[in-house]
């Protein structure tokens, strides 16, 4: 399966296939010096197959978790770059999830002013997700994705075959932004999730919800319009990843976020059936009043007001602006489990 996202100079294409881990050097073909980056949670056994498929490339192993999304990460690959004397047109291989993919995206950018960059993601959440968009970013204290660019891969490979290894609590952080996807935009992607196995339909579950958000981004690269509506569940969702200090997981924080967020109580109803069925981990009650700071600092606030989607239907969506009182009110005074 094939999926091309067209950005001008910029597009590049998207290669999904059980195996494709062992045919990685046929998109390597024209890199004399790659930086291979992974982090230490990504199994051992899929680096191995990178290495043997090109073996000229360097390997830089960052320390797993979230909590390593940050600046230090962020210079210590750029340190690896420039002792090793990179130029602009070599490339950054990340192999992991969205943490590496994120990292290795933002130094690729800011590297002498942009260098190639390759994606290989080996998590639920960056196959149907991060993977693609072009937006990244390291975290700055406990702000989240404080600090990144826009920036774009030459390629992104996805094996699903490597999910087989990740932990259950990280398959159902990555199937709640495929969930995410099919309530704004494709009613299809959410009644798929909502009814199948969804071990047995994960690579139709990472088509569409690329597929979808190619379609997205391709309307608004920059995230000025339409594609604010992939941050369905995000505004309550970062703020909780924040304020427990990334304890919870990112799809764990949006799947209550994008309850909190919905206004009809069938569909709230719907969203918790496929949390039970998944058996999404819970997140405890947090005080709203707590979260405010954090709410306050989101990316789509503009002044006293922000800028959220809201769910027509399933599979349907607009943006609204309301103000920062409005949006506190409806949200109640607890986030509840
Ligand atoms: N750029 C974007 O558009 C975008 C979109 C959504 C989320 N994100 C970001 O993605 C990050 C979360 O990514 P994530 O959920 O992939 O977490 P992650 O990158 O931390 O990966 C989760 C854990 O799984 C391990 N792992 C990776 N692949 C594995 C495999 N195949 N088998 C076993 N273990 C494996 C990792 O080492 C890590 O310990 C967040 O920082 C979030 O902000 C970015």
């Known amino acids: 399966m094939k999926l091309r996202v067209h950005l001008k100079e910029n597009s590049y294409s998207i290669h999904i296939k059980k195996g494709i881990l062992n045919a990685v050097s046929s ?3 024209s890199y004399s010096k790659i930086l291979l980056v992974t982090d230490s949670g990504v199994p051992k056994q899929y680096i191995d197959i990178v290495k043997k498929e090109i073996p000229h490339c360097l390997l830089f192993t960052l320390k797993k978790g979230e909590k390593n999304k940050n600046m230090q990460s962020a210079n210590a690959i750029l340190h690896q770059l420039f002792i ?6 070599d490339l950054i291989l990340a192999i992991g999830g969205g943490v590496v993919l994120d990292l290795c995206a933002f130094v690729a950018s800011i590297y002498k002013r942009g260098m190639h960059y390759g994606s290989i993601p080996t998590t639920v959440l960056a196959q149907v997700d991060s993977c693609i968009g072009g937006k990244n970013g390291i975290n700055y204290d406990s702000f989240k994705n404080g600090v990144g660019t826009f920036y774009h891969p030459k390629f992104v490979l996805i094996d699903p075959l490597v999910l087989d290894t ?4 990280h398959w159902n952080n990555g199937l709640i932004e495929a969930l995410k996807m099919g309530l704004i935009h494709d009613k299809n992607l959410f009644d798929l999730i909502a009814t199948k196995n969804i071990k047995k339909n994960i690579q139709s579950i990472i088509f569409h919800s690329l597929k979808n ?8 690269v920059h995230d000025i319009g339409i594609r604010q509506i992939l941050n369905y569940g995000h505004t309550l969702g970062h703020a909780i990843e924040s304020y427990c200090n990334f304890k919870v997981l990112h799809g764990e924080a949006v799947a209550y976020g994008m309850v909190l967020e919905t206004k009809q109580n069938e569909i709230k109803e719907q969203l918790l059936q496929i ?3 998944i058996h999404l981990k819970k997140i405890k009650p947090i005080p709203l009043t707590l979260l405010k700071p954090y709410i306050m600092q989101d990316k789509k606030r503009v002044h006293q007001s922000i800028i959220i989607p809201q769910i027509n239907q399933i599979g349907s969506c607009q943006l609204v602006e309301i103000s920062m009182n409005v949006f506190f009110k409806q949200m109640g005074d607890e986030i509840h489990e």
Not at 166 to 169: C, E, G
């Open 27 to 29: 998109f390597c073909l």
């Open 84 to 89: 090793n004397n990179f130029d602009r047109h």
């Open 166 to 169: 990740l932990p259950k609590r």
């Open 213 to 220: 958000k190619i379609d997205i981004i391709e309307q608004d």
């Open 275 to 277: 949390y039970k069925k």
